[in-house]
């Protein structure tokens, strides 16, 4: 019940500041909102200072995702170009099934599959996923604490600088910072061992849900992610009723098929959508498992520890999101209709 209260908390907070909205997250892939890219750049700078110094005085520890190499990039790649096309991440596309959105649905169905066919396949794609680097962090490569603490200072600064300044490019209301100081605060306290002893994650619940759902997978890998795979479906299930909650008290609650952005540039029809939300889903959850995280997960929890396997994947699922958004959403010329044949009216005979 615990965590479903956490996940209600992470929902509600998204759901402020309508950053797990299509057009909110689609939007950041054609560059016309930023709120998104602002809002993980001050969340992981201003967490990372309080997460380090919540390690220093003892009070937690790392929870560093290891350098899987192939698995990082390649997982990266896949789950950025989802992401684009899907318009929701793991844990957004929960809050945005909660207010009404049939394609996030639809993206939850690809994102089971996905995951599935990934713990099917573990045993004969775990080994093709190396070198594993091991729990690279910054804390790990600077072991000095007046260099580690003046590097994560200016990587800290940089990062809040990075977001104000995309503020300045493009001035909308400030309800992304508000997010962003929740969002790191809300994750420093879950990293707490006496609060949860885990950091904010979303994506290995759905193999967890698909393999209890359908008893399949591998046992190896369904072993490995029982337990933060339980703890996140009931974090989800939280964000869930944070949007249905939230969309009833506004009054704001629609069955919606088809996003406001995605008619602009493919249509009005449900089908075309749900078809790509399905591929979005199903690339976006493989990739996450093939990287062993997603943006919550590894590139928020994971920037704010500094691990280098979490930096990576944010360099390459932002790559290859901003790339597929180029390529993907192109406003398509219309077919020019010819005019209609002039019929003369009985007045403009007589006229004559």
């Not at 309080?50 to 929870?63: F, N, P, R, T, V």
């Not at 890998?221 to 944070?242: D, K, R």
């Not at 399905?278 to 498992?289: D, E, I, Q, T």
């Not at 943006?295 to 944010?314: C, D, K, N, R, W």
């Amino acid at each position: 019940m615990e965590t479903i209260v956490w996940g209600f908390m992470f929902g509600a907070i998204l759901q402020y500041a309508r950053l797990n909205r299509f057009n909110t997250i689609a939007g950041m892939a054609v560059l016309q909102n930023l709120a998104v890219a602002k809002t993980m750049a001050f969340t992981i700078g201003l967490g990372m200072l309080l997460l380090q110094s919540e390690i220093l005085l003892g009070w937690a520890d790392y929870h560093v995702k290891p350098l899987i190499l192939v698995g990082v990039v390649v997982g990266g790649l896949l789950f950025g170009v989802g992401m684009a096309v899907l318009g929701y991440c793991p844990g957004t596309v929960a809050i945005s099934l909660g207010q009404g959105n049939l394609d996030a649905l639809v993206g939850i169905i690809g994102g089971l599959c996905g995951a599935l066919v990934f713990a099917v396949v573990y045993p004969s794609i775990n080994p093709l996923l190396g070198p594993n680097l091991g729990a690279l962090s910054v804390r790990s490569l600077l072991p000095d604490d007046t260099l580690f603490w003046s590097v994560t200072s200016a990587v800290a600064i940089l990062f809040m600088g990075i977001a104000l300044y995309l503020q300045k490019l493009q001035h909308h209301d400030w309800r992304w910072l508000h997010a962003a100081v929740g969002l790191a605060l809300l994750n420093c306290v879950l990293t707490l061992p006496f609060v949860a002893g885990h950091p904010m994650g979303a994506s290995t619940a759905f193999p967890y849900a698909a393999m209890t759902l359908t008893d399949l997978g591998a046992e190896s890998y369904q072993a490995a992610i029982a337990a933060p795979g339980a703890w996140e479906l009931w974090f989800l299930t939280g964000a869930f009723l944070a949007g249905l909650v939230f969309a009833l008290l506004h009054r704001s609650f629609r069955i919606s098929s088809v996003p406001e952005l995605w008619v602009r540039y493919h249509g009005p029809k449900p089908a075309k959508r749900f078809f790509w939300a399905f591929v979005g889903g199903f690339l976006l959850l493989f990739g996450a498992r093939m990287a062993g995280g997603c943006t919550s997960g590894h590139v928020i929890s994971g920037g704010m520890q500094l691990a280098v396997s979490s930096l990576v994947f944010a360099v390459v699922v932002f790559a290859a999101f901003l790339t597929t958004g180029h390529y993907f959403y192109r406003i398509r010329q219309a077919v020019p209709i010819p005019p209609s044949p002039r019929i003369v009216g009985v007045n403009e005979i007589e006229a004559r």
